[in-house]
């Protein structure tokens, strides 16, 4: 099974920073099966980001990910107020999906 | 869009059983693989089971394996999680997302609260 840890646990940042969060897996990620989350208090996880890349639907351009193999990123250009969340990532390895502990985006 | 409702949680001692049920909104569903994930009081998001959209084919957290069963009836789009010889550790907001996005879950219920308390 393959084991996602992300880093940094919890980010201390202000609405208008650039926001890099890493995804790190245990052993390569099949055809880039890694997506992105957001969760809010309360609230369910959202879809922002799959195959590594392709944001979903809605989601403002303001979000984008990279990375393959191994190391993922999601980027937050410029970090709006709704965007104080816990990110999770996610991977798909043909008969099991795995999360990442979350990182915290909080304000500071 | 696809909205999903899940159901049938609540209190139940060690050892015990229920039923979580998910109604999805369209006919679409019948066409997305489905799936359980859960998260315990303060933790992260774990993937609990999954099944194709024929319902042929289903798979399970290691954790979970033996105690749950994942079904789907594509005639009354709905989803079900069977939970039995439950543990401490199943207590969790367990929510259905449906597999419209590749390798992802596109669309989310609001979850259902499963306690396991004597």
């Known amino acids: 099974e393959i084991v996602l840890a992300q880093s940094p646990g919890t980010l201390s940042l202000s609405p208008g920073e650039r926001v890099t969060l890493s995804c790190r897996a245990s052993?390569?990620?099949?055809?880039?099966?890694l997506a992105w989350y957001q969760q809010k208090p309360g609230q369910s996880p959202r879809l922002l980001i799959y195959?590594?890349?392709t944001r979903a639907t809605g989601i403002p351009d303001r979000f984008s990910g990279s990375g393959s193999g191994t190391d993922f990123t999601l980027t937050i250009s410029r970090l709006e107020p709704e965007d104080f969340a816990v990110y999770y990532c996610?991977?798909?390895?043909?008969?099991?999906?795995?999360f990442g502990q979350g990182t915290k985006v909080e304000f500071k | 869009e696809v909205q999903l409702v899940e159901s049938g949680g609540g209190l139940v001692q060690p050892g015990g059983s229920l039923r979580l049920s998910c109604a999805a909104s369209?006919?679409?569903?019948?066409?997305?693989?489905m799936h359980w994930v859960r998260q315990a009081p303060g933790k992260g998001l774990e993937w609990v089971a999954s099944?194709?959209?024929?319902?042929?084919?289903?798979y399970y957290a290691d954790s979970v394996k033996g105690r749950f069963t994942i079904s789907r009836d594509n005639v009354k789009n709905s989803l079900y999680l069977q939970l039995s010889s439950l543990r401490g550790e199943d207590t969790a907001v367990y929510y259905c997302?449906?597999?419209?996005?590749?390798?992802?879950?596109?669309?989310w219920g609001h979850g259902t609260v499963v306690t396991v308390s004597s």
């Open positions: 997302a449906s597999n419209g996005a590749p390798a992802s879950f596109d669309i």
């Open positions: 369209r006919v679409i569903f019948r066409t997305y693989s």
């Open positions: 099944i194709s959209d024929s319902g042929h084919i289903m």
């Open positions: 052993q390569s990620v099949t055809s880039n099966y």
């Open positions: 195959l590594a890349s």
């Open positions: 996610q991977q798909y390895g043909g008969s099991s999906w795995t």
